[in-house]
């Protein structure tokens, strides 16, 4: 595993975050030290997609990147039968999942889009996934993105939506934001990464409450959700058509 030092020397100015060639190529590293819970997150989805599949229906990963969730997806189907379409904005991360299927049996269950999440229309899903994806994403585009999701599943499809979030009240918020410094200092990142990231991904990664992703499920239609994984700033949810 490569190890991320992509802000580790001094930026002036600092540029505005990008998966491009170089993140692409330490992503793991950044995953692992930067995402409290990630092995276990994508561990549970990946459980979870089995239970709700169904035949003849599609698996979508909005915000797919190098495929870590997908790949552990193929393994759990075995040699079942299954339809996944992984899509991703950078062209970088969409190259090296491609490359990561390359010679395996479960191949041919897997398309791959280099294209915006807003941009796909959802048909026929039982199973849609935004792993860290929505944060991404333009916040005026957000509610269609729900809609579009909600009514691209099919009856008791599910949506596993995974954020970072910010509390509304500042004082939780601080709290929060103190022990996700303190984790990513304990998996080594200094202060100079730690801040030159933070204003590389300013505008880019917009958070919002977690309050805020529930109003929206609701308004779409999902009228069953829980949060079934959280630790400080970041919150995992499912959500059942």
Known sequence: MKKDIVFAKRQ???????????????????????????MESITRQAQICIQFYKKKTVIYDLGCSNGNLGIMICKSFGKKKFSMIGIDSSCPMIKRYNNRLKGKAYRNNVRLICNPAENI????????????????????????????????LVSGGILLLTEKIIHRTKTISDIQQKYYTKFKKENGY????????????????????????????????????????????????????
């Open 121 to 152: 229309e959802i048909i026929n899903a039982s199973v849609v996934i935004l792993n860290l994806t929505m944060q991404f994403i333009d916040p005026y585009e957000r509610n269609s993105v729900i809609q579009n999701i909600y009514n691209g």
């Open 190 to 241: 200094s202060d100079l990464e730690i801040s030159q990231k933070r204003d590389a991904l300013e505008d880019i990664l917009i958070p919002e409450t977690l309050e805020t992703h529930q109003n929206r499920l609701q308004r779409a239609g999902f009228s069953s959700f829980d949060v079934w994984l959280k630790w400080f700033n970041f919150a995992s949810l499912i959500a059942i058509k």
């Open 12 to 38: 002036n100015p600092v540029e505005a975050f990008e998966f491009n060639d170089e993140v692409t190529s330490v992503f793991d590293d950044m995953l692992r030290r930067s995402v409290p819970f990630y």
